[in-house]
């Protein structure tokens, strides 16, 4: 199938720093990124949906000022958490997929900040 | 919201027995997938089935699809230890957001 990378695979920052985090398809076009986020113990929950070329649209509840989604090329997504707090440490996975094929997932950011 | 419901929450298992979880969705789909995920770790995935079959299998992986019911079964037989994990079932309509269910925590014991 095809695949997608996410880097870095873990991070950890200190309180009120910046985290980028990286998606790329690296044998497809991704024209639609979704990004999801993963507290201890429970499921994936979807954060936003980017399609290339376009601001991301945010599920209700997540601030779009704090995680800042880009998706600029058809290959790479990045989400940059700003100002990141405790509670923001968590497992971060992005999705991808080519028009209206499957998605496939990247392994996944794991996010601590101290 | 959760599209996909995994039945049981949890399920413990001697090693050798067989595993089957279900997963129950709400939506029409192109595809559902099963994924897998040790604690702390990443997904891994395990199956795609499409809409329009009704079983598939890999290695000791069984998933059946039945669309009118709008539900899934994972069965894992001749279950190891190292199966020992979170399985998620995730449900696709092709064109939107994957959505995931709530999982199924897998334990075998040696």
């Known amino acids: 199938g095809a695949v997608v990378s996410q880097h870095p695979s873990w991070v950890i920052c200190k309180s009120g720093t910046s985290v980028k985090i990286e998606c790329r398809s690296l044998d497809f076009q991704a024209t639609t990124m979704f990004w999801y986020r993963q507290f201890p113990k429970q499921s994936l929950m979807l954060m936003a949906t980017s399609n290339e070329g376009s601001k991301a649209t945010y599920e209700q509840g997540v601030e779009k000022d704090k995680f800042l989604i880009n998706h600029a090329s058809l290959t790479l997504s990045t989400l940059t958490v700003t100002s990141a707090h405790p509670e923001d440490s968590s497992f971060y996975i992005c999705s991808a997929r080519e028009k209206n094929t499957e998605a496939f997932f990247g392994q996944g950011t794991r996010l601590t900040v101290v | 919201s959760q599209q996909g419901e995994e039945d049981p929450q949890a399920l413990s298992i001697q090693e050798g027995e067989n595993a089957t979880m279900n997963c129950s969705y709400k939506?029409?789909?192109?595809?559902l997938q099963w994924y897998r995920q040790n604690s702390g770790r990443g997904l891994v995935h395990l199956i795609l089935i499409r809409s329009n079959e009704r079983e598939k299998h890999s290695g000791r992986l069984r998933v059946t699809l039945d669309t009118s019911k709008k539900s899934s079964s994972l069965l894992i037989t001749a279950s190891r230890a190292a199966d020992t994990a979170s399985y998620f079932c995730a449900t696709d309509k092709g064109y939107q957001k994957v959505t995931f269910g709530i999982g199924t925590k897998l334990q075998v014991i040696p």
């Open positions: 939506t029409s789909i192109n595809n």
